[in-house]
């Protein structure tokens, strides 16, 4: 699909007054919503606006805002709002921003980055401008999506409309026998996932995005999150879909089970994405009600590749391949894709290939479905010679009750051990029980000796993982370097 089919789309006669936005105020149409769409790319063009970036919370503006470059054919830059100054001031340098849309109160900032505020516009934001040099981008570039990665170094991923419509339209797809009309933005909209996830796809199908500040969501910066006032949005909402984070269904599930609060009945399609779940939680999930699907995906594919569906899934994958994904398993068991790549990193052009490796482990089962295993660069190599991926002995201790997080650590040595992040107040024998039983399950290459509480909370605020839930291994191994020697999963004698 491409930009003027999906905007044809849109006008269709027969949305004209259907909701295509919902607020807690009001419901805006199609045939507003486009009108809005027009004259904010027109304010665009008459500002020369070449790459612009949006420092917004989630919001009808914030929608408003990236269907206008891309009507306009602007390069749109979505900077979340968790980043820090200066990340924001690497990244507006990185992409040659010119534009700025965002509050007045980023003002003083975004002065000393060397723009000025030129133009107020609806909805409390207004335009800032620059002169700055163009960067070299690839052709066809539509949006840059800076991921946070493990290292805490946002790098850019420039994006072509064409493809990341064709995802959308994949999933509107694939998602229509669901009959979703209400979806609720609960992920921050810079978020690839939720941009196109969550906003595309759902307006491709008719169905009316329900979006609103974070914090009403129950999100606070990039790692806070609110189970209680989830749940009142969700309801509010009347919301049919919606995409969570791994540690949000946990988090949202104990809240259920701990309040004896029933789901909410509406809702059709609870997809979950970001960082690997895990059989336990998905199996907890659903035995409250929670309608809880894995998917797997990339911002380097456009995101979205694999689903799993009502009546289309298996447990413990990632999904089929959906309409537009390829999906092959090469000799080393990484995971290779092909359909909808993205058009390349920032600053580092490179020819188009027809497969892309992902870097994941994994294998397709004989119904199709994909299994992901870890990352290729995370496996372990034990003091007896065996490979171990850290992430599967990870998921198998993040399903336990009073775990929520643990990095894996053991290069070669004999034996595994484990950093543990725990889920409440909870007491040593209660977490050794716990890995006690995990253990069980696993092979004795593979089981964990000794581990170790971590010293401060798995989240992006700590340093520690990244805004989805990704451990980054080399700050908790640094963290805790006293305790583990640099290779070493055993505690320093």
Sequence with gaps: MNPHDFFSLLNEPARARLPALRTVAHAVDHAALLSRIEARAQVLAAHGARVVASLMDNGADWIVHDLACLKAGVVHVPLPLFFTPGQWRDTLNAAGVNVVVGPASIQPLLQAFGFEALESLPDTSVLFRRAVAAVALPARTAKITFTSGSTGSPKGVCLGAQEMLAVAASLAEATRPLGVVRHLSALPLPVLLENIAGVYSPLIEGAAVCVRPLNEVGLQGSSR????VFHRALMDA?????????????????????????????????????????????????????????GYGLSEACSVQTLNLPGAERNGSCGRPLPHAKVRVAPDGEIEIAGTHALGYLGELTAPREWLATGDLGHLDEAGFLHVQGRKKNVLITGFGRNVSPEWIELALGGQACIAQAVVLGEGQPELGAVIWPLGDVDDATLQAAIDRVNTTLPDYARIGRWVRARAEFSAASGLSTPNGRARRAAVAALHADLFSRTSAQPLA
């Design 225 to 228: 999150f609110d189970p209680a």
């Design 238 to 294: 009347d919301a049919q879909s919606v995409i969570v984070l791994p540690q949000m269904l946990r988090a949202y599930a104990g809240w259920l089970h701990a309040t004896a609060t029933r789901a909410p009945a509406a809702l059709r399609l609870m997809a979950v994405g970001g960082a690997a779940v895990g059989k336990g939680l998905l199996d907890a999930a659903r035995a409250l009600g929670l309608p809880a699907y894995e």
